[in-house]
């Protein structure tokens, strides 16, 4: 069955850098767009970046544009989110999330937080 895990989270102050990393199984991870997204509390779930599947486009929410890079590395079947210039609005759990070809985000990772202190 399809797993993804991510590792990397945990608390860090304003200004700070993290990495966050999401391991993918059970599924051909070369073929599939990759996204990440966070859910801050009390609020609702929302997109912060997209990979295509060579890595040849990315997307980002506008909120992190500038600060955060999603990259890929289809050999190790691993989606990456380094995050720079970190904010205390950027605490959420962070899922990443493989989007079917149907265009809907099927498949979802556990979460990992991250929490910035200011």
């Known amino acids: 069955q399809v797993q993804l895990v991510e590792s990397g989270g945990g608390l860090v102050q304003a200004g700070d850098s993290l990495r966050l990393s999401c391991a993918a199984s059970g599924l051909t991870f070369g073929s599939y767009v990759m996204g990440w997204f966070r859910q801050a509390p009390g609020k609702e779930r929302e997109f912060v970046a997209r990979i295509s599947v060579s890595s040849s486009n990315t997307n980002y929410a506008d909120s992190v544009k500038g600060r955060f890079t999603i990259s890929r590395d289809n050999a190790k079947n691993t989606v990456y989110l380094q995050m720079s210039s970190l904010k205390p609005e950027d605490t959420a759990v962070y899922y990443c999330?493989?989007?079917?070809?149907?265009?809907?985000?099927?498949?979802w990772g556990q979460g990992t937080q991250v929490t910035v202190s200011s």
């Open positions: 999330a493989v989007r079917g070809y149907s265009g809907n985000w099927n498949y």
